[in-house]
């Protein structure tokens, strides 16, 4: 009797294609607001996936009678994580727009519930860490075939320019962010060569083709800086764990240094050549500018760096409050603070962990390096000590995408991209379900344990949905009625305005007090006092907002109260020295008292 031999798999069928499905889906959600992103809040798309995973592990709960172990939430990332939680949420408190502060703070709370309901589903699971893996490396080949596409259109209309990179925008809403998750996505295509077999492998080998390609012609610098410190730390790693197994004498680090050099110098080479002159000449000015550090874009990033560290000085317990550094930034600013234009003040500092600081302070600044330092050290431990080829790649790939996020978030703001913040979430819970799978003896938290943790997250996830949807919907309107203000129909965008203004959503995306919008509808129409009370409110809400200042002090000038106008003409001009409507009220002001 022929005995039939059960067939392998490398990856978990199951798992791998539930992650792969959730994945993309969750990357078609937010393209499916493409036309205009901003509309959709991260927050709503965490959700979506945070409802995915705690509805998963509810039901493996139920049918499988599934503990969680004690360790999962006592283990060093998990407090460190939970600890910046509780900062964000304390400076609540200090911040002068709670509203911000507070969604801030749910935010991160929810965070930190898809991270613990992750390392659950995964923990003593190894073939759903690699299919998390696998999964992945599947998203980077997705992004990449439609970054791509995205790319020979652009060049068709622009040529081989910088511009023409800018319309690259894949799913991720950016083609900064998309080359960040091309590159943190790239390490584990590399590891599929090494797991997979047959027509997986050569899927594999496609996402990294693709992958490297794009990372190079979208001409981002920080993600080249964290490309070239990444894979420079990780090879000094996969040395060290080779020669550590006895896999590689002196001779073997020298063939696979070749090696490595040999695909990064041939695929370069390719790319150079379908870049041809011009895209070539766009290449060199990029790469001659990484020598300058003051030139273009990177210059007004300084600038704001500069001036968040004063922000810090004056700030330096609690911080400014979650969300509130778009707000405070205009008082250190200056002359330079719009930027742009009165309506494009910055968002963010561009730097992470300076926006922590910023927010949260010292204390939440350390609690997050901490997880960080504690998730690379417990990888390349893990690393170092594992005993086959495939959990050594396996290893190296989760501290590639860790280095490179660690390196590109100094120079960018990724922890507030919602695509870019679950596939990191997703390896730092890989990190920790390794780590912790490898310990034997935890305990266990039983039925009490697992009810009181899903009632939290219960709490945390209706908490961050009702106040997602509200700003969802109070931003959709704001949007609408923008336009009609521009349109002169201002019945129609006061009355869309009321459904907007709500107290869980004051300012904008772009930190433009709502209020201050319908203010502008209502004096249009004649109802100067209740345009006066939006006044005083958006003022409150976003108290260094120039233009509301403005506009506060035309509405008293006009009440006949000229002292009350002058003191907050004089209160803009200390914020934004020469702002021109300030200065022009001040001089009808003094020549009004000097021939009455």
């Given at each position: ?16 294609k ?49 503990v ?53 589903m ?156 011009s ?79 910023a ?20 990888t ?29 978030s ?18 730092f819970?890989?990190?920790v ?42 931003e ?32 904008d ?64 001009l ?7 409507p300030a ?14």
């Open positions: 009797m022929k005995v039939v031999q059960r067939k392998k798999f490398h990856f978990d069928r199951v798992a791998f539930g992650m792969s499905v959730a994945l993309v889906g969750l990357f078609l959600v937010h393209s499916s607001k493409a036309i205009d992103p901003d509309v959709l809040p991260r927050f709503v798309a965490v959700m979506a996936f945070l409802s995915v995973c705690l509805l998963v592990g509810a039901v493996m709960a139920v049918r499988r009678k599934i969680i172990d004690v360790s999962i939430l006592r283990n060093t990332v998990s407090v460190f994580w939970l600890l910046g939680v509780v900062f964000s949420c304390a400076s609540i408190f200090v911040a002068i727009n709670r509203s911000e502060a507070l969604f801030a703070g749910l935010r991160s709370a929810a965070f930190f519930v898809v991270f613990i309901t992750l390392v659950w995964m923990f003593r699971k190894a073939g759903r860490v690699n299919a998390v893996a696998a999964a992945l490396a599947v998203l980077g080949l997705v992004l990449g075939l439609v970054g791509v596409i995205q790319l020979v259109r652009a060049v068709s209309v622009r040529g081989w320019t910088v511009h023409a990179t800018y319309l690259v925008k894949g799913w991720a809403g950016h083609r900064n962010f998309l080359a960040q998750t091309l590159l943190v996505t790239l390490p584990f295509a590399a590891w599929g060569m090494v797991a997979a077999r047959g027509v997986k492998r050569l899927v594999m080998a496609a996402a990294i083709i693709i992958s490297m390609s794009l990372i190079v012609v979208l001409m981002v610098r920080s993600v080249w800086v964290a490309a070239v410190v990444a894979m420079v730390a990780t090879g000094i790693l996969g040395i060290i764990a080779m020669r550590k197994r006895g896999d590689i004498g002196s001779r073997g680090v020298a063939r696979v240094a070749w090696s490595i050099g040999g695909v990064v110098i041939g695929g370069g080479l390719i790319v150079l050549a379908m870049l041809g002159s895209g070539r000449a766009a290449l060199g000015t990029r790469i001659r500018t990484l020598a300058n550090p003051a030139s273009g874009s990177a210059g007004g990033r300084l600038f704001i760096w500069r001036q968040t560290i004063r922000m810090v000085r004056d700030h330096p317990y609690l911080g400014v409050g979650g969300g509130n550094w778009r707000l405070v930034f205009p008082k250190y600013a200056g002359n330079r603070q719009m930027m742009r234009n009165i309506w494009k003040s910055p968002r963010r500092p561009h730097n992470d962990y300076l926006w922590i600081l927010e949260n302070g010292p204390a939440g600044l350390l609690a997050y390096l901490a997880m960080i330092g504690t998730l690379l050290w417990w390349a431990a893990e690393t170092l000590h594992s005993r086959d080829t495939a959990s050594v790649s396996r290893g190296l790939a989760l501290f590639f995408a860790e280095t490179a996020y660690v390196v590109f100094a120079f960018s703001f990724p922890r507030e991209r919602i695509g870019l913040s679950v596939v990191m979430a997703l390896v819970a890989m990190t379900a390794l780590h912790l799978s490898s310990r034997p003896g935890a305990g266990e938290l039983g039925r009490n344990g697992v009810s009181t943790l899903v009632i939290i997250a219960l709490v945390v996830v209706s908490a961050a949905g009702v106040i997602g949807w509200v700003r969802l919907r109070s959709t309107y704001v949007k609408s009625a923008y336009r009609d203000i521009k349109l002169g129909q201002y019945r129609q965008a006061v009355a869309e305005l009321d459904h907007a203004v709500s107290p869980l959503y004051t300012v995306r772009s930190g433009f007090p709502v209020r201050l919008y319908r203010a502008v509808a209502r004096e249009a129409l004649g109802r100067e006092d209740e345009a006066r009370h939006d006044l005083e409110r958006a003022c409150r809400e976003s108290p260094y907002n120039v233009m509301a200042l403005d506009r506060l002090a035309l509405s008293f000038a006009r009440l006949g109260n000229a002292g009350q106008a002058m003191l907050l003409w004089q209160k803009a200390r914020i934004h020295p020469g702002y021109q200065v022009h009220g001040l001089a009808v002001y003094a020549h009004e008292q000097h021939h009455p």
